[in-house]
């Protein structure tokens, strides 16, 4: 598989490279997205590609922006990537982009949390809560939350660490109602995702969502959905409370650097071939498991 690890588009204006999507201006109401190999992990991107990993996070938030479209507008526009680049462009964006309405990006994340791992066990261990909201005592690492919870952060700089915040930090940052709004539509995605997810053997243990406001302050789910880059998924029969699960995202990437000594700050250390191997394989695994599908070209 070819992988691409920046995109050199030069039929439009670039907006950024952010860690790991490169946006263009497409006119100035929309943007082309293109989801590239590279990986970050502790916020840090990684020297080499993962060949073919921004295709399935492409194709993944694909299936899930049809999947609850019925839930809250998104940002999708239907125009084809491929249409919107020169010819020798379009190699570029096949199978890894798309064309989205250009949103402006509310700065709070909207995380939700339907198990404890992570930095909300780490937290828990601490606090007996997660981002100040308390959970009964006793609850093992990886166990179900009893309702699912919403955890919001603050989106960093470009550089920085996201910052987790409480509810009312955010009502403050972006209005009561809008807060209120973000939070019970993010609750009402990941139920309706979770539940879908565990027909096909998988547990989604965590996301996060990111929602930007059109010209007419309509919120708009928009960046990337459900992916295993912006999710944990475990897969639902080696799941036992008690133990971190084995996992179909980049925690396999995360393990392995947690081996090294490495401050996690840029620069990030070389990524050895097997660990690229197996990390591809558990993108692919990810997304055949979900769909039931074989990634397409
Ligand atoms: N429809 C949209 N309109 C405007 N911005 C969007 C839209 N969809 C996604 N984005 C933004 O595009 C960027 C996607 O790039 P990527 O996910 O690689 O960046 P990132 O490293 O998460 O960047 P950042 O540090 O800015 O969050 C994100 O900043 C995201 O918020
Ligand atoms: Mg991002």
């Known amino acids: 598989m070819n992988s691409l690890y920046q995109t050199s588009i030069h039929s439009l204006p ?4 952010g860690k790991v999507r490169d946006n263009y201006a497409v ?10 190999d590279r990986l970050s992990a502790f916020d840090v991107v990684m020297n080499e590609p993962i060949p073919g990993k921004g295709k399935v996070l492409n194709q993944m938030s694909d299936f899930w ?28 964006v096949q199978g890894r982009a798309v064309v989205a309405k250009r949103l402006k990006p509310i700065m709070v994340e909207a995380v939700v949390r339907g198990y404890i791992i992570g930095s909300g066990w780490k937290d828990y261990q601490d606090t007996g809560s997660i981002c100040g909201i308390k959970l009964p005592a006793g609850l093992q690492q990886a166990e179900k939350l009893p309702e699912p919870i919403f955890t919001p952060a603050a989106k960093a700089e470009l550089g920085e660490h996201d910052e987790n915040i409480s509810f009312a930090e955010m009502e403050q940052r972006i209005g009561a109602d809008l807060a ?12 309706t995702a979770a539940e879908y997810a565990a027909t096909r053997g998988i547990i989604i243990a965590d996301t996060k969502f990111e929602f930007g406001l059109d010209d007419n302050g309509v919120m708009h789910l928009m960046d990337e959905v459900l992916t295993a ?8 029969d080696s799941y036992q409370p008690g133990i971190s699960p084995p996992s179909f995202d980049k925690q396999f990437v995360r393990d392995y650097l947690e081996t090294l000594t490495w401050g996690k700050t840029a620069p990030a250390p070389a990524l050895p071939a097997d660990v690229i191997a197996k ?5 692919f695994e990810a997304i055949e498991r979900l769909t039931g599908e074989k990634l397409k070209a």
Request: charged fraction near 25%; aromatic fraction near 8%.
């Open 279 to 283: 990390t591809q394989a558990k993108y």
């Open 180 to 191: 209120a709004k973000m939070r019970d539509v993010a609750i009402a995605l990941y139920k």
């Open 65 to 92: 922006f049809e999947k609850l479209g019925h839930i809250v507008p998104n940002h999708l526009t239907g125009v084809a990537p491929e249409s919107v680049v020169a010819p020798e462009e379009v190699e570029q």
């Open 229 to 236: 880059d912006s999710s944990r998924f475990w897969p639902a």
């Open 14 to 17: 670039l907006l950024g490279h």
């Open 27 to 36: 006119g100035d109401d929309k943007i082309l997205i293109v989801t590239t």
